[in-house]
């Protein structure tokens, strides 16, 4: 892993970041990879179902983004960046050595694909999970069918992912991009949180996802005991 020797300078930025959540997780896999430090982060909590029960900093969440969620990327001029995708890419151009989009045009491109199809991969689980997992009962309209719907599209995805990547260390060669800061995180959280493992034809990927397991960047985040719970369909204590 490159050390990144630019650092932001002046006031810091702030990075909004819930520990576990699926996209602020990208962000925080990526800052280790890219070995960006000086940047500030509040941690909001999410440890309970119960909206009532998180930490007050959602509070400063909800007054810098109308959707009450995170990541967000405050710059050192006050800018706002609400999506991880513009986060990484944001952060990319203001700090582009070393690079994790790629040397290259082509390589760029290449990797823009993947991250596409990663964020696709991203909302077909997540309709799953919100059709049809235990978590969301209650808070919204579900259902099975759709529920089996999004999770065909999303080991769909997964799929074809795999045939795509390269048959390398990383995703899409011998260095990290963003793609393997995306992917790692939502392959983690699908599999902590909700207990849903690679399928198993997809061999490339199961083998990128041990290896990229070992990275410092990828230890695993400590996952709420009761949300777990509830997800994987257990009893509570």
């Known amino acids: 892993m490159s050390e990144n020797k630019t650092r932001p300078m002046g006031r810091p930025m702030k990075f909004y970041d819930l520990s576990y959540g ?3 997780r990208r962000v925080s896999i990526y800052l280790l990879e890219k070995g960006l430090t000086g940047i500030e982060r509040i941690s909001v909590r999410a440890d309970t179902t ?3 029960g998180w930490s007050n900093e959602w509070r400063e969440v909800r007054a810098r983004n109308p959707a009450g ?3 967000i990327l405050e710059t050192e001029d006050g800018t706002l960046i609400r999506q991880s995708t513009a986060i990484l890419e944001y952060l990319e151009d203001r700090f582009p050595e070393p690079s994790l989009l790629g040397k290259t ?7 823009r694909d993947l991250v596409s199809l990663i964020n696709e991969a991203n909302v077909h689980f997540g309709t799953y999970c ?5 978590l969301f009962a209650g808070k919204e309209v579900q259902s099975a069918e759709a529920a089996e719907i999004a999770w065909q599209a999303y080991v769909a995805q997964l799929s074809l992912i795999d045939k795509l990547s390269r048959d390398a260390e ?3 060669g011998d260095r990290p991009t963003i793609a393997d800061c ?3 995180s939502l392959l983690q959280f699908a599999e902590g949180l909700y207990g849903k493992t690679i399928p198993p034809h997809c061999e490339r990927l ?12 990828a230890a695993a985040p400590e996952y709420p005991p009761a949300v777990v719970a509830i997800a994987q369909g257990k009893t509570v204590s």
């Open 105 to 111: 045009a082509e390589e760029r491109a290449f990797t």
């Open 69 to 71: 969620t995170v990541p």
């Open 170 to 172: 990383f995703l899409t």
């Open 130 to 134: 919100h059709k049809g997992n235990p």
């Open 50 to 52: 119960d909206i009532n």
């Open 206 to 217: 199961s083998s990128w996802y041990r290896r990229f397991s070992l990275r410092p960047s």
């Open 22 to 24: 699926v996209y602020p």
């Open 182 to 184: 995306m992917l790692m």
